[in-house]
């Protein structure tokens, strides 16, 4: 009888999520503001876009094994092909989002049919190049269409008017959180799939694929391509909730956390990757805003400073799960439900 | 004239810090295998210790304080890099993802701890006279960068002589070659792993201070930002070849300077990584590897 439990459970959590906007619960501690308010809902919107691109990190990291340095790239220009096409060409949003559906294929299509003539650390450093180049693209604000280091905010007129304004957050909240689901469901249903278990197979051994008489170059750039269109996915729901694009989201840095969070959560797992990035985003926000706290003001400043940065306690974090917990978040519930059973 | 020379000096220069900071990832990742994302924090962290340590000396003239500077700097990056072997690498032996992951958990941690400390703006820094200062060599330039240049060919010559010339330099290179073997034949290949990290973190602590008198301040992301163009220098000039990387540490600073003064700024980053593209696609061990 686990199965029915199990899906009952997932309905009821499903319900919850999409009820949460007209909850006015407030949980002091975990969320600075009531549940239902605005804020709440921005800062949980956020945290499902980077669950969905931890999972798509997952995808081509946890499942197929390559380790791409290069993500931020497509995550970025989701938000930037449709930040530019709304604010410098003055489309409208679902011509902008074409826009990027198509850009978003071909770029991971091209980027990757060369990447992955390398392996290992060459594959590694080809798409850290590619994607440090679009990142100094960015920066240089060629014919002032990214906007350099400022970056690019959306104004209220680029978009409809369901996405505008602190009262229609919640329905930002939904696209989020529909997004989340979608890429849960495509996410499942590739690695679950034939050429998705042909990718596990490559991560465990890509020798014994081609014996097998597998072409693993094409298997390799169908989880790139799939990984990248939906890493995209996720930038331009981003880019709805803040409002604009910035710079920071095509940095080497910016992949660097996409690691941490997939490594956090749980390699190779979906749900895993997705609480990764929940968690890690939840924890630079609310770090920040806890870090203010009386309590923590008071304390003397050897304890005062490392606890007010929250990619320190993140780190360090990080490298006791990496040193003792080599599955993560997912490997330690899992090891907990194993125990209590 | 003048401006060829500036440039060719500036690059030059610029290399010398790629280099000293390429040199000990390239080791590190010949005999280990292991992709060390913190030697940008070795890097910050000696640059604070030596600055701080050199401000908080009583007497002497600036001299003194610089040289005590680098001394500090060199022997907290090798302290600190043999102390991250030993506590966070060593445990996860042939976990080379894990050892990779413990060193991002760590530049994470400590560029946020040096941010949280020290501020994120830049430190002014108290430097000698003579560094700030120029000299006419077809053109005025900067004595930092001079200063920058010899110490970067002292410490190739230094490491080229431990690597050919000592017992433990034949023990690296061997394990470059053939870590198993090495094994095998009852070498302690440890203690060689906590040698190249030690070795590496004192090339990137003297990296540290240099690169302190070079741009005349210090902020705690310098560290993270040469990283990756060394990472670039190590890849372009062969992971594992201390040559490759003073040959490609070289091209990369030359070509970085050169571009972004006659080309927009920024074009020089550009082509950086684009020629970092082109020669892995045609040589994927790069220019001095083997190719693999």
């Known amino acids: 009888m686990r ?3 199990r899906a009952i459970a997932v309905a009821v959590v499903l319900a919850i999520l999409v009820a949460l906007p007209w909850a006015h619960v407030s949980l002091p501690g975990v969320f600075g503001d009531p549940l239902g308010s605005p804020g709440t809902l921005n800062l949980l919107g956020l945290c499902f876009v980077f669950g969905a691109l931890a999972l798509t990190y997952d995808l081509v990291f946890g499942y197929t094994g390559l380790l791409s340095f290069g993500h931020a790239l497509y995550f970025a220009s989701g938000v930037y092909v449709t930040a530019i096409a709304l604010v410098r060409w003055h489309w409208d949003l679902p011509h902008a989002i074409a826009l990027t559906v198509v850009v978003s294929l071909l770029l991971p299509i091209v980027l990757g049919s060369i990447c992955l003539r390398v392996r290992d650390i060459p594959f590694a450093m080809v798409t850290l190049a590619f994607a440090q180049a679009a990142s ?11 906007g350099g280091e400022e970056g690019l905010p959306l104004g209220a007129e680029s978009l409809p008017a369901a996405l505008v304004g602190v009262v229609n957050t919640r329905n930002l ?5 529909a997004l989340l689901l979608v890429t849960y469901a495509v996410g499942w ?3 679950n799939s034939p050429p998705g278990r042909v990718w596990q197979a490559i991560r465990e051994n890509e020798r014994r694929v081609e014996v097998l008489g597998l072409d693993p170059y094409r298997y390799k750039l169908g989880a790139f391509v799939l990984s990248g269109f939906l890493a995209s996915a996720a930038g331009v729901v981003y880019l709805l909730l803040q409002g604009g694009a910035s710079p920071t989201v095509a940095t080497a840095d910016f992949t660097l956390a996409l690691l941490v969070m997939v ?6 797992t979906l749900w ?3 609480l990764g990035g929940v968690v890690y985003e939840y924890l630079d926000f609310r770090l920040v805003a806890l870090s203010g706290a009386p309590a923590i003001q008071a304390l003397p400043g050897i304890l005062r400073v490392p606890l007010s940065e929250p990619l320190f306690i993140l780190g360090v974090l990080f490298i006791v799960l990496v040193l003792f917990v080599p599955g993560g978040l997912a490997g330690f519930v899992r090891l907990v439900a194993v125990r209590a059973l | 004239m003048s401006t060829i020379a500036l440039l060719v000096i500036t690059g030059l220069a610029l290399g010398a810090l790629y280099f000293l900071i390429a040199s000990g990832l390239s080791l590190i990742w010949g005999l280990m295998r292991v992709l060390n994302f913190a030697h940008g924090a070795f890097f910050t962290v000696a640059s604070y210790c030596a600055f701080i340590a050199a401000a908080a000396l009583p007497a002497g003239g600036p001299w003194l304080h610089f040289l005590f500077a680098v001394a500090v700097g060199v022997g907290v990056g090798g302290v600190f890099a043999a102390l991250t072997e030993v506590v966070l690498v060593r445990p996860l032996y042939e976990r080379h993802v894990g050892q990779v992951l413990v060193t991002v958990g760590l530049a994470l941690a400590t560029t946020a701890l040096v941010q949280g400390g020290f501020g994120a703006d830049p430190r002014q820094l108290e430097l ?3 560094l700030t200062g120029t000299t006419t060599i077809f053109a005025a330039i900067p004595n930092s960068r001079l200063l920058t240049i010899a110490a970067a060919a002292l410490v190739l010559v230094l490491l080229r002589f431990f690597l050919q010339r000592t017992r433990y330099g034949l023990i690296v290179r061997a394990g470059v070659e053939n870590r198993a073997m090495v094994s095998a034949l009852g070498i302690d290949v440890q203690r ?3 040698l190249v990290f030690a070795i590496g973190g004192m090339a990137a602590g003297l990296a540290g201070v240099l690169a302190g008198a070079y741009y005349g301040t210090i902020d705690p992301f310098r560290g993270t930002a040469m990283l990756l163009f060394a990472f670039i220098v190590v890849v372009i000039g062969g992971l594992g070849s201390v040559t490759g990387s003073a040959v490609a540490a070289v091209i990369v600073g030359l070509l970085q300077q050169f571009l972004n003064f006659y080309a927009a700024a920024g074009t020089g980053d550009f082509a950086v990584v684009v020629l970092l593209a082109v020669v892995l696609l045609r040589r994927p061990g790069g220019l001095f590897g083997s190719a693999t």
Request: no cysteine; charged share 0%.
């Open chain 1, 136 to 146: 100094i693209l960015v920066l240089q604000n060629p014919g002032g269409l990214t």
């Open chain 1, 173 to 177: 909240y939904w696209l989020a959180l």
């Open chain 1, 3 to 5: 199965p029915p439990i």
């Open chain 2, 192 to 194: 060689a792993f906590t």
């Open chain 1, 189 to 191: 249903w590739a690695v």
């Open chain 1, 263 to 268: 490594v956090l959560g749980g390699v190779g």
């Open chain 2, 128 to 130: 000698p006279v003579w």
């Open chain 1, 272 to 274: 895993g990757a997705v």
